[in-house]
């Protein structure tokens, strides 16, 4: 009877934007997203195509881009963007794609990596939350609907230990 989703633990562990977005006031170009600054090179030059698609200013505060924006660049865009990616050596390269996400692509490379050093990386960006599929019951959708007089079985399990125990002594079964 235990929640597929998430095997009977009752939460999932997710990437939260606000492990990502630590600093709002910053700007794009100030380091809003954690990782993505100017330091690294090639997702600052994503962050740059995105924001010139879209015709953002990469100097506004995270807490000023509007809401839509801040969705594309956390979960990504359907649109295809001219990206220009120029390599340390001075080269440069275009190409035009979809925007994955900023949470997609760690979804993606803690999904895809075998480097446990790559796993705990990211982990730093993740959060725990209720598993969406149970709501932190633990059970499978049929075990949530077993029902025990007028309780069901989340229900019973969530009481105290003392009114449990009134529960089921005054229970009456047919």
């Known amino acids: ?3 597929s989703e998430c095997d009977g633990l009752g939460h999932t562990q997710f990437f939260d934007p606000e492990q990502l977005i630590t600093h709002p006031d910053l700007s794009l170009a100030g380091g809003a ?3 993505w600054t100017r330091r690294n090179h090639h997702y600052f030059q994503l962050l740059s195509s995105v924001s010139n698609h879209y015709q953002v200013d990469m100097e506004t505060p995270w807490n000023q881009l509007p809401d839509s924006f801040q969705n594309i660049l956390l979960y990504g865009s359907d ?9 340390l050596n001075g080269r440069t ?15 993606r490379r803690y999904r895809e990596t075998d480097m446990p050093a790559v796993r705990e990386e990211l982990a730093r960006y ?3 939350r209720d598993c969406p599929s149970c709501g932190g019951t633990r059970l499978h959708t049929r ?3 077993v ?3 007028d309780m069901n079985l989340p229900m019973i399990a969530a009481l105290s230990i003392d009114r449990a125990q009134d529960f089921f002594q005054n229970l009456s079964l047919t």
């Open 126 to 128: 993740q959060s725990v």
């Open 93 to 107: 390269h275009h190409s035009e794609k979809t925007f994955e996400g900023v949470i997609r692509m760690m979804e």
């Open 79 to 87: 649109d295809l963007i001219a990206f220009t990616h120029v390599t």
């Open 147 to 149: 029902f025990i007089g």
């Open 1 to 3: 009877g235990a929640c």
């Open 33 to 35: 997203i954690r990782g």
């Open 143 to 145: 075990s949530r609907h």
